[in-house]
């Protein structure tokens, strides 16, 4: 399995979990989402959030003096509205999605 997920495969893990969550997502730029979750409550405000995935390059020295480049993806998420406990509950599991197919 590769050191680091390529940023296909990270946005293939987390549509999934935003799906299997029930987020209802938009497409506003490459690798950047616009999410909205409506909370189990009725008398609840929706939760939006953003959501951008960065690509960096990391330069991993090896034993043969080659350095091989890898594409680390760090995952972004901004909370729009809604409340703080339900984003990071929310952010837990996408990131613990993220982090098992890792494995």
């Known amino acids: 399995m590769p050191l680091f997920l390529s940023p296909k495969e990270v946005l293939r893990l987390l549509y999934a979990e935003l799906l299997r969550l029930g987020v209802r997502w938009k497409r506003t730029a490459p690798y950047q989402l616009q999410c909205m979750c409506a909370p189990k409550g009725e008398d609840q405000n929706p939760l939006v959030f953003k959501w951008q995935l ?8 090896t034993k043969n003096a080659h ?13 729009m509205a809604g409340k703080q406990t339900e984003f990071f509950t ?14």
């Open 54 to 61: 960065y690509r960096t390059i990391i330069n991993v020295d």
């Open 90 to 103: 929310l952010c837990q599991a996408l990131q613990r999605a993220l982090t098992i197919g890792k494995q």
């Open 67 to 79: 350095q091989r480049q890898y594409c680390h993806c760090v995952a972004d998420f901004k909370l």
